[in-house]
């Protein structure tokens, strides 16, 4: 499986943005997605998560009421649409994917198998 980010970029504070990750090689249609980000410095941080048929989703704390992560399984595509972006959520964001039972979803990063390079995501005060 490849996955390959985009759609991110730069953007003031308050704006929005919608990453999109494609995948190819292989269907994610049965696998658990996620996106995470890492900071310059930081260590990559978990971001959203969602479950092969979309009935189950989780966020981080910091991301939750601004963040919504989605999924077309025709497509072989997950989305993350970020509404009301502060500074701090300015990373690299990369997407996931990795065997889950059943429409759980994952959260930590040993549970991912496949990752993709990370699209840059940068947001001015």
């Known amino acids: 499986v490849q996955l390959q980010a985009s759609g991110g970029g730069l953007v003031q504070a308050g704006g929005s943005l919608r990453l999109s990750c494609a995948a190819s090689g292989r269907t994610v249609s049965s696998y658990g997605m996620g996106w995470f980000r890492q900071a310059p410095g930081q260590e990559r941080e978990f971001v959203a998560a969602?479950?092969?048929?979309?009935?189950?989703?989780y966020y981080a704390v910091s991301v939750k009421g601004r963040f919504t992560i989605s999924r077309d399984n025709a497509k072989n595509t997950v989305y993350l649409q970020m509404n009301a972006l502060k500074p701090e959520d300015t990373a690299v964001y990369s997407c996931?994917?990795?065997?889950?039972?059943?429409?759980?979803?994952?959260?930590?990063?040993?549970?991912?198998?496949?990752w993709g390079q990370g699209t840059q995501v940068t947001v001015s005060s």
């Open positions: 996931a994917a990795g065997a889950a039972l059943g429409a759980a979803v994952l959260v930590a990063r040993h549970q991912y198998t496949y």
């Open positions: 969602i479950g092969w048929n979309a009935a189950n989703t």
